[in-house]
């Protein structure tokens, strides 16, 4: 999901390419993206093989299953992202292949030991996760416009109704390990529901951002047709989000992750089509 979004972001810079090259390019940024999140995956669950062994979620993962040695992740993990950043360095520019080591490095090595101090976790966590908006950006334009912080804005705010529905659902694994990753301390609560609600709300703005920034034209077929999929895919967030609150059952939070995992391409492929 992240390589997409870093894909679609890439897509929304290019102009008039032959169409070799733009599918050239669009494939090495998602090798490089790929390898990239690949080796950031891979050293967290390193970090946290004896945390992964006590999850039913995640007992089954390599390390944690015995499968393959600490040492082994760790040589996976670095040979992926160096030849990750590498493709983004020598294919695109130096930017794109700084901003996704710097990613890898917040991801692995602040956000997942956070994870069991604090739920600020989330919040750090929701950086390295936006990122790839703004990888993909200067990956195309060679710079950290306008428009690659307005996807990253959205991206970041994307993640807390997402994210806080996964911890909903995952909660029992996740606090058996010591895992503080819900709003409350409390575990699901009404709180944590409305924060939910809160984050989908601020997603209204923020995808509504393109069209005042000039990224995007709202003013012809194709850009109502977006800013009609657009308000649609808000409305069904937000729905969903309003019936946690409601329903405070878990069934509820799996419907917000899943819901939120059509969302991101929905909106992503929307933004495309109304391109300026």
Request: aromatic content about 14%.
């Amino acid at each position: 999901m992240v390589v997409f979004s870093s894909v679609m972001s890439f897509a929304l810079t290019k102009g008039s390419e032959s169409y070799v090259d733009f599918w050239k390019m669009i494939l090495l940024l998602f090798a490089g993206g790929m390898l990239v999140t690949g080796s950031a995956n891979a050293i967290n669950q390193v970090v946290e093989k004896d945390t992964d062994a006590q999850m039913k979620r995640t007992a089954k993962r390599p390390v944690a299953a015995g499968r393959m040695s600490a040492a082994e992740g760790w040589i996976f993990a670095i040979v992926t992202g160096a030849a990750g950043v590498f493709i983004l360095g020598n294919y695109f520019n130096w930017l794109a292949a700084g901003l996704a080591a710097f990613s890898l490095f917040l991801y692995a090595f602040i956000y997942t030991p956070l994870k069991k101090v604090n739920s600020i976790a989330v919040l750090v966590g929701a950086v390295p996760g936006a990122l790839p908006c703004l990888i993909g950006w200067a990956a195309g334009d060679n710079n950290l416009g306008t428009g690659g912080w307005v996807l990253f804005a959205f991206q970041f705010f994307w993640q807390f109704p997402h994210f806080w529905a996964i911890a909903w659902v995952a909660h029992k694994d996740y606090s058996s390990v010591g895992f503080k990753l819900l709003p409350a301390d409390e575990g699901p609560t009404k709180f944590t529901a409305m924060q939910t609600i809160m984050y989908s709300l601020l997603l209204v703005p923020v995808t509504l951002a393109p069209y005042y920034t000039g990224m995007c034209d709202y003013n012809n077929t194709q850009g109502i047709i977006s800013l009609i999929l657009i308000g649609l895919a808000n409305a069904f967030m937000i729905g969903r989000c309003v019936t946690l609150y409601r329903k405070m059952d878990v069934s509820s939070a799996r419907k917000v992750m899943f819901g939120s995992y059509m969302y991101l391409p929905v909106v992503m492929l929307a933004l495309l089509l109304s391109k300026s």
